[in-house]
């Protein structure tokens, strides 16, 4: 039998237990798998001066502050993968405890309780704790920020607690937002979520003490302005210059269904499956939004009380991201799911109240029985579904990262003095110099950061044949050549100049790289008959196979065609098409392949885009 002096002992224990668990999930495997682009260009910011790393911040997507946070930590524990990846996991397992001193706060010490262990084996959670990058820092800084304001006016409260109590609170948050606003851009949305509960909760509860705790506001917002003053032109620029996405409209419903998948199952279900998961799970969460609401308005017929402030809190700040964020994406629909992980916590705060609140109430009914049996299968439920989502993390390689280091170190095994590595895309560099520095790669374009207007065309072939003069082979590394490459221009020109080796090794998220050995007897173009091996490659921007320049409305010029050499019945035929104007039309081709006479048809009819799919006429830049 517990006595009541055991129970606060038993309560710590419990949640040290919980604790624990979500550091082992954090740790476990930490280096295990390659560093992705994103993590890669971590581990090179990381590397440079304060001066540099806020330049080169400055003209990225993201603020400074995570990466001189892991800067100054890999001057103590080196440059590995795992060292990478430490503040992340320690953010990861800070959250859990945020979570836990939340959940309290608002709906008592067994809320606190599941909130924890919610916290623990969050799948979407426990992933990005894994990934050199700043989400679980920019997460737990929310958190943060959203405990101070609660204790601010906890404070508000206690005549006695002001001012010290309230100013150090204030001095925290204060803090707290700051450091989110030079963390993550988006940061400023979950602020807006704080400071509309700050003002919302003041004016309800009118008494002596409104007009100053106003104005504590007003002067807390004047020094998170004031702080992030300096960075602000850095900021504006970045929301009106980013052409690291395509132009167009948000999908709103798409995007909807990926926050729903993220937030129920994280990263690591397959969308198939996730769906009817991600329904589970909502559903749990509308259920606990009803219990928590009728409780809260209706606390007659309850034993426990919810103040209407704490399902406030709640719903500010699940919402208010969810739909400034998706907002502000609509017209440039670069988006992904992640960006809104500073809004989950709401949703874990949502569950724990909700699923908690049987297990606070008094009394021992049948009714209230079989209720407390219904919730702890919700309970089990929302358990089961983040354990198969860590189970696929932890054991179903269709869901590693990009792998890098397998592909760097297969190339760097069996390339020969006489070779070059060429990497498409440019901006991918970081990645490979992680696992390959000896290696100095041709970067293809050369870009810092992905831009979509960036398209190789044929032009490419002067800087092939700079770089690959002295080589007698090349490597071929492809990531995202799809936006910078859609049609596949830099292995034509080298299937021009080389054969293709077979190579015996495929590398998740990069696919085979492609191995060309240049033969001595060189072809200028796919359908000439060849030349000696010149000093230079003979690629050049200007060949276009047999002429046409056939101009359809002043739109688009077919300016000629080449079909290579080839043993097979079919073989491909290329299309030399240059845009005339800026197109807003997605163009489609509709042709078939004729004999020397008519009814000898070679081919099915042809309906597709007039180059790659991914390459719609509507992006295609005008010559």
């Known amino acids: 039998m517990q006595t009541r002096s055991s129970r606060p002992v038993l309560y710590a224990l419990t949640l040290a237990a919980i604790v624990l668990l979500g550091f082992s999930l954090r740790v476990t495997r930490l280096e295990g798998q390659s560093l992705w682009y994103d993590e890669a260009v971590t581990a090179q910011v990381v590397q440079q001066g304060i ?47 945020l979570a836990f001193v939340l959940a309290r706060r608002l709906f008592g010490s067994a809320a606190g309780l599941l909130a924890a262990l919610l916290a623990a084996v969050h799948p979407l959670w426990v992933y990005y704790s894994q990934e050199a990058r700043m989400y679980t820092m920019l997460t737990a800084l929310g958190m943060l920020a959203g405990y101070a304001i609660l204790r601010v006016l906890a404070a508000s409260k206690n005549q006695d607690g002001y001012p010290k109590q309230r100013a150090l609170w204030w001095i925290g948050f204060a803090a707290a937002a700051i450091a989110l606003l030079y963390t993550h851009y988006f940061a400023i949305f979950l602020l807006l979520a704080f400071g509309a509960y700050f003002v919302v909760v003041v004016l309800v509860h009118r008494g002596p003490q409104t007009e100053r705790l106003l104005g ?193 170190a297969y190339v760097r095994s069996h390339i020969q003095p006489d070779e070059a590595v060429l990497l498409v895309s440019g901006h991918a560099a970081p990645a490979w110099r992680y696992y390959a520095p000896d290696l100095e790669p041709v970067l293809l374009p050369e870009i810092e950061t992905l831009d979509v207007t960036e398209v190789l065309d044929l032009g490419v072939a002067e800087n092939l044949n700079a770089s690959l003069a002295s080589k007698r082979g ?38 085979a790289p492609q191995h060309f050995r240049f033969i001595d007897v060189v072809r200028t173009g796919p359908d000439d008959p060849g030349t000696a091996f010149p000093s230079e490659l003979p690629l050049t921007a200007d060949y276009r196979g047999q002429q046409l320049n056939v101009n359809f409305g002043d739109q688009v010029e077919l300016v000629g065609y080449a079909q290579p050499p080839c043993p097979e019945p079919l073989c491909p035929v290329y299309l030399f098409w240059r845009g005339l104007t800026p197109l807003a039309a997605d163009l489609k081709l509709t042709a078939s392949l004729f004999g020397s006479l008519r009814d000898d048809t070679w081919s099915d009819p042809l309906d597709r885009r007039l180059a790659a799919y991914d390459y719609p006429t509507f992006r295609w830049q005008p010559g």
């Not at 020094?223 to 992030?228: D, E, F, N, S």
């Open 216 to 408: 504590e506001g007003v002067v807390a917002t004047l020094a998170v302005a004031l702080a992030y003053l300096p960075w602000l032109p850095n900021a504006l620029r970045r929301f009106q210059v980013d052409a690291s996405y395509w132009q167009g409209t948000l999908k709103l419903n798409e995007a909807l269904r990926h926050i729903a998948i993220s937030f129920s199952t994280g990263e690591t279900v397959l969308e198939s499956q996730a769906i009817p998961l991600a329904w589970v799970v909502s559903g749990i969460g509308l259920a606990c939004f009803v219990a928590l609401a009728v409780v809260t308005f209706r606390p007659r017929h309850s034993s426990v009380t919810v103040h209407r402030s704490s399902l406030l809190f709640v719903l500010l700040y699940l919402l208010v991201p969810i739909v400034a964020i998706l907002a502000l994406s609509y017209r440039t629909p670069k988006f992904n799911p992640r960006y809104l992980m500073l809004a989950s916590p709401g949703l874990v705060l949502l569950l724990a109240g909700g699923l908690a609140l049987p297990f606070s109430q008094r009394g021992t009914s049948a009714g209230r029985t079989l209720v407390r049996i219904a919730t702890g299968a919700g309970i089990l439920v929302v358990l089961l579904i983040s354990a198969f989502a860590l189970r696929n993390w932890y054991g179903d390689p269709a869901f590693t990262k990009d792998d890098w280091r397998g592909a760097a």
């Open 474 to 511: 090349a490597w071929l590394i492809r990531w995202q050549d799809n936006v910078v490459d859609p049609n596949g221009v830099v292995p034509f020109l080298l299937d021009a100049a080389g054969d293709l080796q077979p190579v015996d090794a495929s590398f998740w998220g990069l696919g």
């Open 51 to 97: 001066g540099e790393l806020a330049r080169w911040t400055a003209d990225d997507i993201q603020p400074p502050l995570y990466y001189a946070a892991v800067a100054g930590w890999t001057q103590v524990a080196g440059l590995g993968e795992a060292a990478l990846r430490w503040p992340s996991a320690f953010f990861g397992v800070l959250m859990i405890v």
